[in-house]
């Protein structure tokens, strides 16, 4: 009779968890991840501008293409030009320095033609395209930086729904047992051969246990919403997929420190390169103060007319030309010294970045590894306390059922027993998190999903 009670009371909490572990579509660690950086908007912003640097850069390119432009204008001149010529030069019936004020021009004059500028030298469009080139590289690794936390905080909700899962079934396990405490002691109770203080910390202790297995089953849902969040799922209350609670390594895979690099770690790549951007700014800047040299040429031709008259017969003339135009530029209204001073700064800033960042991923590295093996050491612990905390609350209760132990004994190790598995929890989460603190500061949690 006691069992099947017993069977009555937990089929509500084992209808819970079996609604939310069977049956249901498995999603993996990598899926999850992958999903995440497909769907998420923030990291589909992030490829756009990637892919709009990379026309920006593929742009430049042109600026080595031939510039044509066709030219035209038609100007009336109400007021012409004068100029004084010196007529005695030309004339001996005037004085040697006799001069002549003359108007040049017409009234009306427009001109039309096609204008071709091909450049030759201009080391300024190669130095932009260099540095827009790099600037597209800082866009990459800022780009796989965003990846690199959205997927760390995927691995870390993926495994938060492992630990619900783990709960539940702990809660459920929690709740038979409590159960089984909690009927012994209200027999004994009816039988007027029990306190009603023992009897209420047993209850207390069914209580607790039955609120745990809530808690749990509403914490995994809460959960794996969050999950679907990341995931880019907008269908929150979809809940129903199950995943893979033995995505957590054995210990024995963090016996050796692996460095971060500038290669490994997004956030170091992007710091570099933003440093090596400040000397071609630089570069750049020097370029400005470098011979341009072009090769131009004109056709076309010029009406002059003293009335309104743009078809006039005989009065367009013809004109091309084929030059090279050379320009060294002196002084362009900057402080030169005072730009590459700043740039200067700016290289030695992100070096120094780079340094202390370098040193922070490589002591994260060491202490996330410290930390697993303590914990992993300290999970060894309570898993060999749990095994003898429950050999001792089954021992106990068969006492108390034959009349040779006291129910306060009995619910103290009850509620002892609850308190280490409630450590157990709590370390395997620590273990998760600092195993993945290990991965994301040496860069290898790209092998989360790759």
Request: overall charge positive; glycine content about 4%.
């Amino acid at each position: 009779m006691k069992r099947l009670l017993i069977t009555l009371y937990l089929i509500p909490a084992l209808l819970i968890h079996s609604k939310n572990v069977v049956g249901q579509t498995p999603l993996s660690l990598k899926q999850a991840i992958v999903s995440a950086l497909a769907n998420r908007k923030n990291i589909q912003a992030g490829k756009l501008d990637i892919a709009i640097r990379r026309l920006q850069t593929q742009a430049l390119l042109k600026k080595y293409w031939p510039q044509v432009s066709l030219d035209y204008n038609y100007l009336y001149n109400p007021i012409l030009q004068t100029s004084i010529l010196p007529i005695g030069i030309f004339n001996p019936n005037y004085p040697i320095d006799a001069t002549k004020s003359v108007q040049f021009g017409t009234k009306w004059t427009q001109a039309a033609g096609l204008t071709i500028t091909q450049p030759l030298l201009d080391l300024s469009i190669a130095r932009s395209k260099n540095e827009a080139e790099l600037q597209e590289k800082i866009a990459a690794a800022s780009q796989a930086q965003t990846e690199y936390d959205l997927a760390y905080n995927v691995a870390q909700a993926y495994g938060n729904i492992g630990k619900q899962q783990k709960e539940i079934k702990i809660a459920i396990a929690d709740t038979a047992r409590t159960w089984i405490s909690y009927q012994l002691q209200n027999d004994r109770y009816k039988a007027k051969r029990l306190l009603k203080s023992d009897l209420n910390a047993a209850i207390i202790n069914q209580n607790n246990a039955v609120q745990k297995l809530l808690d749990a089953v509403s914490q995994l849902v809460e959960n794996k919403v969050y999950l679907l969040y990341l995931i880019g799922q907008n269908s929150s209350t979809n809940t129903d997929f199950a995943i893979d609670t033995n995505f957590l390594p054995d210990n024995n895979r963090l016996q050796t420190i692996v460095k971060a690099t500038n290669d490994s770690i997004p956030e170091l790549r992007q710091l570099a390169l933003q440093a090596k951007l400040s000397g071609i700014q630089a570069r750049s800047e020097d370029a400005k103060y470098l011979p341009i040299i072009n090769l131009k040429g004109f056709i076309g031709a010029n009406q002059y007319t003293n009335q309104f008259n743009p078809v006039a017969s005989g009065s367009w003339f013809g004109l091309s030309y084929v030059g090279l135009y050379i320009k060294l530029p002196l002084l362009i209204g900057e402080d030169k010294q005072n730009k590459l001073r700043q740039l200067q700064l700016q290289s030695q800033q992100y070096n120094d970045q780079l340094i202390d960042k370098s040193a922070q991923y490589n002591k994260d590295a060491l202490t996330a590894k410290i930390k697993t093996d303590r914990t992993a050491a300290q999970l060894k612990t309570l898993e060999s306390n749990i095994i003898l905390s429950k050999e001792t609350v089954k021992i106990l209760q068969d006492r108390f059922e034959a009349g040779q132990e006291s129910a306060s004994t009995l619910n103290t190790e009850e509620a002892n027993l609850q308190n280490i598995q409630a450590n157990r929890q709590a370390s395997e989460v620590q273990l998760r998190l600092y195993w993945l603190d290990y991965l994301k500061a040496t860069g290898q949690l790209s092998k989360l999903w790759k």
